[in-house]
């Protein structure tokens, strides 16, 4: 079992930045390949990001690209998601996911664990 935590949601104007982190406990963190999705109300829960368990592969969706930024500190069992330019479409509630397999890691049942989630809103 692993257990995840985010943090770090909160309140910014457009063009503001805000930084996500997701703290893992239980089974050996390294082992796993991470990810982070978001969902707002009305709407299926989405694809942000992933990072491979070594930290040297990450992907993005189209939507974020060149504006999130997801890393990772296997020695602090923790991942970021470092948010730039935000834009209000990006409001949502923000998880992350992990997975000690390698399946679909664009989709949501790529992932075994998932936190809570953290709230992220983007005012205009």
């Known amino acids: 079992q692993v257990q995840l935590v985010e943090s770090g949601g909160g309140s910014v104007q ?63 069992n923790t991942a970021w998601l470092q948010m730039n330019s935000l834009k209000p479409e990006d409001t949502a509630v923000y998880y992350c996911a992990c997975t000690s397999g390698w399946r679909a890691p664009r989709t949501t049942s790529g992932y075994d664990y998932w936190g809570q989630g953290t709230q992220v809103t983007v005012s205009s």
């Open 14 to 76: 457009a063009g503001g930045s805000l930084r996500l982190s997701c703290v893992a406990s239980g089974r050996t963190f390294s082992w796993h390949n991470m990810g982070w999705f978001r969902q707002a109300p009305d709407k299926e829960r989405e694809f942000v990001a992933y990072i491979i368990r070594s930290g040297d592969t990450t992907d993005y969706a189209d939507s974020v690209k060149g504006r999130l930024t997801v890393s990772r500190d296997t020695a602090k």
